[in-house]
């Protein structure tokens, strides 16, 4: 059994080597995906305001002058009246106003809040420059649940969960319905191959190509980003070795189940899709309806992002909150059960 095990594997990397497109992307991938995206991602603020004085005084000068010493502020401007202010906010071309009043009352911060963060940020910083209120006074932040400039580290975490899941996923989605238009997964079935064991081999080639995915995408975090894991580096490759073993198997299911590469591109892209938008690796679980919150289950996305974060950034271990290895486990088996079903009938 492990030589016909070897046999496989041996199979699976000549095929790979022999596609060059597949050696490009593998090596685009996590250049893309962890060096560059995470740029975009990162909610480092950038405010810009408007100030409009309607006390006509000094005061008016000296807000502007308060303002233009913070390094989060990046436009300053003045208004000669709050309609014109509240035109420009309306058009999206400020993000807060400060209103200097005509009595000796404190100035007014009025604050877009179509986006919330934003307008979070928004009454921190120009309340911090207006009123030198201290940080520990107006926020208290864990450190220990903190890593990165701007909240980069946390969108780095799911960029990597997802690097591993497109290389994990797609290439064997892809690697299944080739051999099965060309022929060669029913030669392999006329040669008393059983499927567990064509089951074992793709999900044993395509999750070390995706652990070597993940040390690369490591690299490229520490030496762009400087990302330091809080946690063992080993307990994050033991989770995406679970991950990879559920999602592997979710590509290996889609293959089989689609006739045509293009129904199964079609598939796998709808299905990524509607994994990750619920898997709370761009919106708090808190903010979903308690019934799409519940797929959090069965969605292997959720268990990896989850984990990776408390690894990662607050350096939980893995043998205090092993539910995450578990369901992963879990949904891995369900899948190779089907899959073992679907390659069966292909006679």
């Given at each position: ?267 796998l892209v709808f299905l990524f899709i509607t994994l990750i938008l619920l898997s709370t690796m761009f ?65």
């Amino acid at each position: 059994m492990m030589r016909v095990l070897w046999h496989m594997l041996v199979k699976e990397f000549l095929q790979l080597v022999r596609t060059p497109a597949l050696l490009f992307v593998l090596l685009l991938c996590p250049l893309v995906t962890v060096g560059f995206v995470p740029f975009g991602l990162s909610n480092k603020p950038r405010i810009r305001v408007e100030v409009v004085d309607e006390s006509f005084s000094g005061r008016g000068r000296e807000t502007l002058a308060l303002l233009a010493g913070s390094p989060q502020i990046a436009q300053l401007s003045q208004a000669s009246s709050r309609q014109e202010a509240e035109g420009r906010m309306a058009r999206g071309e400020i993000d807060a106003i400060v209103i200097v009043p005509a009595n000796d009352e404190a100035c007014r911060i009025l604050a877009d809040a179509s986006n919330l963060p934003l307008a979070r940020d928004v009454a921190y910083y120009v309340g911090l420059q207006l009123h030198g209120t201290q940080e520990n006074e107006l926020l208290r932040s864990h450190t220990l649940f903190v890593s990165g400039t701007g909240n980069t580290h946390y969108y780095l975490v799911a960029m990597l969960v997802l690097l591993i899941a497109i290389v994990g996923c797609c290439l064997v989605a892809l690697s299944v319905v080739t051999e099965k238009e060309s022929k060669v997964l029913e030669h392999l079935r006329s040669t008393g191959l059983s499927p567990l064991m064509y089951v074992a081999s793709k999900l044993v080639f395509f999750s070390l190509v995706g652990l070597c995915e993940l040390a690369v995408g490591l690299l490229i975090a520490r030496w762009v980003f400087a990302l330091q894991s809080a946690g063992p580096l080993w307990e994050l490759f033991l989770l995406a070795a679970c991950f990879l073993f559920a999602i592997v198997n979710l590509g290996i299911l889609i293959a089989a189940s689609t006739r045509t590469m293009v129904r199964t591109i079609y598939v796998l892209v709808f299905l990524f899709i509607t994994l990750i938008l619920l898997s709370t690796m761009f919106a708090p679980l808190d903010n979903m309806d308690p019934v799409w919150a519940a797929t959090r289950f069965v969605n292997p996305f959720f268990w990896m992002v989850d984990g990776a974060w408390k690894i990662l950034l607050k350096g939980v271990k893995l043998a205090a909150n092993p539910v995450n290895c578990l369901a992963l486990l879990g949904i891995g088996s369900v899948l190779t059960a089907f899959n073992i079903l679907k390659i069966r009938q292909i006679e």
